[in-house]
């Protein structure tokens, strides 16, 4: 009981710092002009795992929908000129890795309030509150949830973006054996859990939460569901069976 008293005056902690910090009103604003920017058009989020090798980037290109990158997808592009509208991060880890390329991206980035000052030095990176409430946030413009993964976060900024037609693409659900859930520890060698052998080779990362990641992911269904949405799993394999399948050819055409 002690501990979620705790862990209830550190989230209202946080809150009541965000509130205040100067960041905070000019990216509420920035975040304000997005609401419902892409109603009526379908997404698709590129989540990171080893299947998405096996996705055809020149049917993305060609399609008239929105795509969301997750965390190192910039690590794609020295194989493919295709590149996302969005990126989001939230893991303190990929935030440090990775922040000279989120400095300087074209690329219209949402990143977790605790990234690194200077990354929003970049007029293309907007500054998010993500909390750890268990929830589905419909105003990103104030907070999101995490819920022990990246893909719930963009499935909430789509969602506030008006999209209802949302698809995930090379989530693998997979991470092999782990030592434990939420866990900070070195990847050591090859990375073979994600697109790229050199994603978490030889750094820190935070071990995956299956469950609570599943968990989620039903909030976004119900969530998106209660809006008259759907959300897809086009995926090739994987072990995410919560969304039904459905090849990305057909979400594209229809």
């Given at each position: ?47 990171n795992g080893p299947s998405l ?169 119900a969530a998106y569901a209660e ?28």
């Amino acid at each position: 009981m002690r501990s979620l008293y705790r862990s209830g005056f550190s989230l209202i902690a946080k809150s009541v710092l965000w509130d205040c910090d100067p960041r905070h009103f000019r990216h509420k604003r920035e975040l304000r002009n997005i609401y419902n920017r892409h109603a009526g058009k379908k997404g698709v989020i590129l989540c990171n795992g080893p299947s998405l090798n096996l996705v055809d980037f020149d049917l993305l290109d060609r399609a008239d929908c929105i795509i969301f990158g997750l965390n190192k997808i910039n690590l794609l592009f020295e194989r493919t000129n295709f590149r996302p509208d969005y990126i989001t991060a939230i893991n303190r880890n990929v935030l440090q890795q990775n922040q000279e390329f989120y400095k300087t991206t074209d690329i219209e980035c949402f990143l977790s309030s605790s990234a690194p000052s200077s990354v929003f030095k970049n007029p293309r990176a907007h500054s998010i509150f993500a909390s750890s409430f268990r929830g589905f946030s419909f105003n990103c413009d104030r907070y999101v949830c995490q819920g022990n993964t990246v893909t719930f976060v963009a499935m909430q900024l789509a969602h506030f973006m008006g999209i209802r037609e949302l698809a995930v693409v090379g989530c693998d659900h997979n991470f092999g054996v782990v030592s434990g859930r939420n866990k900070s520890e070195i990847k050591a060698g090859d990375d073979l859990h994600h697109f790229s052998k050199d994603y978490f080779k030889d750094v820190t990362w935070d071990t995956p939460d299956i469950v609570e990641s599943e968990c989620s992911y039903l909030r976004a269904q119900a969530a998106y569901a209660e809006s008259g949405g759907i959300i897809s799993n086009c995926t090739v394999g994987g072990r995410l069976e919560i969304f039904n399948r459905r090849p990305l050819e057909d979400f594209l055409s229809v």
